[in-house]
């Protein structure tokens, strides 16, 4: 059973005004610029407040302003709301600034697990890994982001 015309609308407005795309929730979403196509595809995903959402390459074809804007959103809004996410990207640097844990997959096969902490403790083995690989970063709920 989905949810209520009522509560969907309210949470459009809610969302909308979270990820600041509110003068525009008239609009059809091919006429929004890319950066506002991608907060307008996160908040589609997150409109039935899942326990955990699964973002595919959030920030595709975003330039460096909007990739970090973002990827602050997406953390803000996941400690807000208290959810996990599992986000799918080529970006090990991105999976590293937004993620807790990784995994990376190549060719099928994981080929690296790693906590962020050992990583980025400079215990890790990021040189060992195939930036054309994919990599899985999972963010938990609970984690506290420095976000600047």
Known sequence: MGLQRDVIDDRIVHLAHDFQFTEYVDQ??????????????????LIHEP???ILDEPTANLDIEATD??????LEYIQHEQLYAIVSTH????????????????SGRVVLTESLVDLNGGRG?????????????AISKSREHQLS
């Open 69 to 74: 804007a973002t990827e602050i959103l997406i």
């Open 91 to 106: 970006g090990l640097d991105q999976a590293a600034r937004i993620s807790d844990d990784l995994i990376v997959i190549d």
């Open 28 to 45: 059809r979403q091919s006429t929004l610029s890319k950066g506002t196509r991608q907060k307008v595809s996160l908040a589609q995903a």
């Open 125 to 137: 083995r990021r040189d060992e890994v195939d930036v054309r690989a994919m990599v899985l970063g």
């Open 51 to 53: 326990d955990i959402v």
